[in-house]
T-cell receptor, first 112, second 112 residues
Framework: GENVEQHPSTLSVQEGDSAVIKCTYSDSASNYFPWYKQELGKRPQLIIDIRSNVGEKKDQRIAVTLNKTAKHFSLHITETQPEDSAVYFCAKGYFGNEKLTFGTGTRLTIIP | DGGITQSPKYLFRKEGQNVTLSCEQNLNHDAMYWYRQDPGQGLRLIYYSQIVNDFQKGDIAEGYSVSREKKESFPLTVTSAQKNPTAFYLC???????????FGSGTRLTVV
């Protein structure tokens, strides 16, 4: 029950189209779900996160949705641009446990 | 490096040797983490520490050791017992009660 499954592992979309990455989990304790972006050769950086008391959060072209009943959460990127090309990781955690468990990553490629 | 520094950036080790990776932060964060990143496997937790002089094993601690003598520093030793040490190692920190990690820029270890 500790793992996070992330799909797809690779994703190619035409510039301007939308991209969606989905993660699923199985435990009931997790209440914090961040997304990290890792550009080639660089460190992962937090791009958006959501806590279990809300179902959706948006920041410009990026949004995250959470379905706690079904235990899945998704990253949505609209109007994709070449600089969105990177590896994206989802993660889960819960208050009182200081560690995050990460998904296996999605390599997103934006085709110009 | 955004307040958390890992060194060196590249490290080569001969089989049978121990090697220590450095991680220093000036963010006044209490919690620090070591993750290992392998292609297709995401980030896997090696060790973490929530407070000085205390640390806990993560999911893949075998063959690794850590110390936390100072709040700012959390070095990781890769011992000769680690069967497959070639990987990219990421250090992260977080303030207690906070949610988001700050990552270092990573150390790429290669066994030759």
């Amino acid at each position: 029950g500790e793992n996070v499954e992330q799909h797809p592992s690779t994703l190619s979309v035409q510039e301007g189209d939308s991209a969606v990455i989905k993660c699923t989990y199985s435990d009931s304790a997790s209440n914090y779900f961040p997304w990290y972006k890792q550009e080639l050769g660089k460190r992962p950086q937090l791009i958006i996160d959501i806590r279990s008391n809300v179902g959706e959060k948006k920041d410009q072209r990026i949004a995250v949705t959470l379905n706690k009943t079904a235990k899945h959460f998704s990253l949505h990127i609209t109007e994709t641009q070449p600089e969105d090309s990177a590896v994206y990781f989802c993660a889960k955690g819960y208050f009182g446990n200081e560690k995050l468990t990460f998904g296996t990553g999605t390599r997103l490629t934006i085709i110009p | 490096d955004g307040g958390i520094t890992q060194s060196p950036k590249y490290l080569f080790r001969k089989e049978g040797q121990n090697v220590t990776l450095s991680c220093e932060q000036n963010l006044n964060h209490d919690a620090m983490y070591w993750y290992r990143q392998d292609p297709g496997q995401g980030l896997r937790l090696i060790y973490y520490s929530q407070i000085v002089n205390d640390f806990q094993k993560g999911d893949i601690a075998e063959g690794y050791s850590v110390s936390r003598e100072k709040k700012e520093s959390f070095p990781l030793t890769v011992t000769s017992a680690q069967k497959n040490p070639t990987a990219f190692y990421l250090c992260a920190s977080k303030r207690t009660g906070g949610y988001g990690y700050t990552f270092g820029s990573g150390t790429r270890l290669t066994v030759v």
